[in-house]
């Protein structure tokens, strides 16, 4: 036997006294198992030919609007635009000549508010009609123009920069350690000068190419191993040292 200390506890005593005996738990699941088959409803699984297929969910492509679209809706406003002239100038015709009668009539004031007025209405209403529809396709125009210069800076944006990647490769490809030293000529500018295979200190002298073939002497002040990336100068720039004395 078990205490009813729940609510499916006490489904199951059928005496009322408190507690659940094996024989009623059997017998309340006969009741149920019976109420479930006279019941009208079918809680079987349906047979798998009867099923129905689930609705496929097509992904959803982003629409991308190019300058070739833009264009050809550009072409088709300037249709709509003439079509819109021609509309509204024929159905003008009438309206216009009723405008012309009225008005055209000596002394008649009351013609000319009762017909006049109202026909010249008319011609407005109907070429306000007949371009409303180019100005909503304007409109749009400008509106798809803006979105796709909007996503062309976005891509611009997300795209890495040519010159970086660029500057990036070479670095990574070049880890040559370059001798580079600082020579003095007569005056006191230091230029700087690949060491090449020939190695010097600061003091020595050296002959460097200056100029269009020629060389001459200098004064090492300076010697330093440099990166690519880190020299002073731009190494590809350099000329090289020529010998020492």
Known sequence: MSKDNDFFDSLFDLDGDGKTTPDEEFISFMIMDQVMKSSEHDYSP????HREPLPKIEPKVPEVIT???IK???NSLVI???L???VAAVLSIIPAVFAWAAFSVEDGTGVQLIIGVPAIGIIVAIWIAAFSGVAEESDRIDKLRGKMNRDRAEKAKSLPNPE?????KTEKADKTVYTVC?????DDRIYNYLT??????????VIVPVGYGEEVSATVVSVGKYLKSSAHYPIEKMKTVRRKL
């Not at 349906?46 to 030919?49: F, G, L, M, Q, Y």
């Not at 600082?182 to 007569?186: A, N």
């Open 80 to 82: 709509l635009c003439l």
């Open 182 to 186: 600082g020579v003095k000529f007569k």
């Open 67 to 69: 300058e070739s679209y």
């Open 164 to 168: 970086v990647v660029t500057l990036q």
């Open 196 to 205: 090449g295979k020939v190695k010097v200190k600061v003091g020595d002298t």
């Open 84 to 86: 819109s002239i021609v």
């Open 46 to 49: 349906a047979p798998k030919k």
């Open 72 to 74: 050809s809706r550009e």
